[in-house]
């Protein structure tokens, strides 16, 4: 018979999913307001003012969020972070990236470039699963690549060029992280990410940050991809996607509906502060989590270092004794959804996602939940 926990114990609200992540009621609401035949923005051409007012409203929130230096822009395009590996393979190695890789998105990038045919083999710096690799200076390396943040891990790594722009491009998956984690995007020549993480929408649709270091290497490598042997569909090209950018709109078709959420969230980060709120009220609500697991004696930290740990995906390895699956389903029949590990980490062990539109009260409930639950599973 499943386990009731108290209603007095339960969060307000009990996603605190890895991603996609917590939606806002706002941005449901703004979903409904974009459907209103009045003024429809839903079923309606992208290339037309409304959809591109969308992109303009994404590309101007985020420049605002991030502090854009100048010369820097934001590109979008369809296909999510697994796409611009792809983009950023074909169009901004010229013979040879360094990957750091500390989890899925790190080592899933380094395939890609290791894939392509005209491409150097390239150096991959390893670290245990809960540490970080990190980048060290190459002579003949052009482009240096780590994720900011591992959603499969909880582990993070502070954000630093290993090189100048000349002498190598950093490019830095930001997919879990992007918009609550602290960083300099001058640190940066590409900083991209998707949507379905700290801006609580849906996937499909990439983002980055580019430097003028960026541009101007995707132009060069476009332009000679002929004569090195190497071929860029218009799909994974990065310039192409810069020119639609530049006019507010896609390539090809976007989900509408994934842009106007985005924009929304983009909106509601700024309107409360902007990156140092959106920082600080993560970094609280992870903090709950670590605390409390270093409270107990039948749960531990999985990333050691305190420097280390995530401040927007928490992962928190139990005893042996306690069922993470039994845990978990007891959770989701009480409400609380969405807290297991990461699949292929096979871990006895909690992931909680602590983003921005999480209320750090309900991330004190939920913990509050697992207590309950600890004591009568045991």
Not at 52 to 65: K, M, P, S
Not at 123 to 135: D, F, K, Q, S
Not at 252 to 274: F, S
Request: hydrophobic share 45%; with cysteine; aromatic share 6%.
């Amino acid at each position: 018979m499943p386990i009731v926990i108290p209603p007095s114990l339960l969060p307000a609200d009990g996603r605190f999913g890895s991603g996609p992540s917590k939606v806002r009621a706002a941005q449901a609401e703004a979903l409904l307001a974009a459907g209103d035949p009045a003024s429809p923005v839903l079923g309606t051409s992208h290339r037309q003012a409304p959809v591109r007012d969308l992109v303009r409203r994404v590309r101007v929130g985020l420049t605002e969020l991030f502090g854009l230096p100048d010369g820097y822009e934001v590109a979008l395009g369809n296909g999510g972070s697994t796409a611009f590996w792809e983009v950023a393979t074909a169009c901004l190695v010229r013979r040879k990236a360094q990957h750091a890789a500390f989890g899925e998105f790190g080592a899933k990038f380094a395939a890609a470039t290791r894939r392509a045919p005209f491409l150097e083999d390239s150096e991959v710096i390893t670290a245990e699963p809960g540490t970080v690799a990190r980048l060290r200076p190459a002579g003949d390396v052009d482009v240096y690549a780590t994720p900011h943040n591992e959603t499969s891990t909880g582990a993070m790594v502070a954000i630093e060029r290993v090189a100048a722009p000349d002498d190598g491009l950093l490019v830095v998956d930001a997919t879990s992280g992007a918009g609550a984690l602290p960083v300099d995007v001058a640190q940066t020549d590409v900083y991209y990410f998707a949507p379905q993480k700290v801006f609580a929408s849906d996937g499909g649709l990439w983002l980055a940050i580019c430097s003028p270091a960026a541009v101007a290497r995707a132009e060069e490598v476009e332009a000679d991809a002929g004569t090195r042997g190497r071929w860029v569909p218009e799909f994974l090209s990065l310039t192409t996607a810069l020119a639609n950018s530049r006019q507010d709109q896609t390539l090809n078709t976007p989900a509408v509906a994934t842009l106007v959420m985005l924009a929304d969230q983009v909106e509601w980060l700024l309107d409360r502060g902007g990156l140092d709120w959106a920082v600080a009220r993560s970094t609280e609500s992870s903090g709950v989590v670590y605390s409390w697991a270093e409270q107990r004696d039948w749960a531990t930290p999985f990333v050691r270092e305190p420097a280390e740990r995530s401040t927007v995906v928490a992962t928190i390895d139990l005893d042996e004794a306690i069922d993470a699956g039994t845990l978990i389903g007891a959770l989701r029949d009480n409400g609380v959804l969405d807290v297991f590990p990461y699949r292929k980490l096979g871990r006895n062990q909690l992931r909680i996602g602590t983003f921005p539109a999480v209320e750090p009260d309900d991330v004190r409930a939920l913990t509050a939940c697992v207590d309950h639950l600890v004591g009568r599973l045991s």
